[in-house]
């Protein structure tokens, strides 16, 4: 009894490490197929926009445009804000190489009073993976 199991776990660690190393093959395939692709690079013509004095209750959109300066395909993955009162809407189609693109940022001021900041934080798979951008505006409440 005590050779079946000694037999046993030779047997398994015998295929684990056939395993391991059949999936350590794969991923340097996949890495190396991932290089050979090119790397993009996500560059913003602006970074920040102020929108200026805007009345309380207005919604605001400013379009930040990109271009892919890499050599691979540009996915961005995420755009998240600082608060639900600011909402970017972007293309999700991989944007290739010397192409671009836009990222529109919809502010609504309802409920806000004076200056405000928001900050847009835009993942991607560009060589520097997270960018910030910046949206400000001075919202004023108007007497009727």
Avoid: W
Avoid at 38 to 43: A, D, M, N, V
Avoid at 56 to 75: C, P, R, W
Avoid at 77 to 83: G, K, R, V
Avoid at 120 to 144: C, Q
């Amino acid at each position: 009894m005590r050779k079946i199991i000694v037999i046993s776990l030779m047997l398994l660690a015998i295929i684990a490490s056939y395993c391991g190393s059949g999936t350590g093959k794969n991923s340097a395939n996949s890495a190396s197929k991932t290089n050979s692709t090119g790397t993009s690079e996500i560059i913003f013509r602006e970074y920040q926009h102020d929108f200026g004095k805007v009345a309380e209750g207005e919604k605001v959109s400013y379009i930040f445009a990109f271009d892919n300066k890499g050599t691979g395909n540009l996915i961005i993955s995420s755009a998240t804000t600082t608060c639900g009162c600011t909402v970017p809407k972007y293309d999700t189609k991989p944007i290739p190489p010397g192409a671009n693109g836009n990222l529109e940022v919809v502010f609504d001021t309802s409920g806000r009073n004076g200056m405000q900041t928001k900050t847009i934080t835009v993942k991607s798979n560009s060589s520097k993976p997270v960018v910030l951008l910046k949206i400000t505006a001075e919202v004023v409440t108007t007497n009727n």
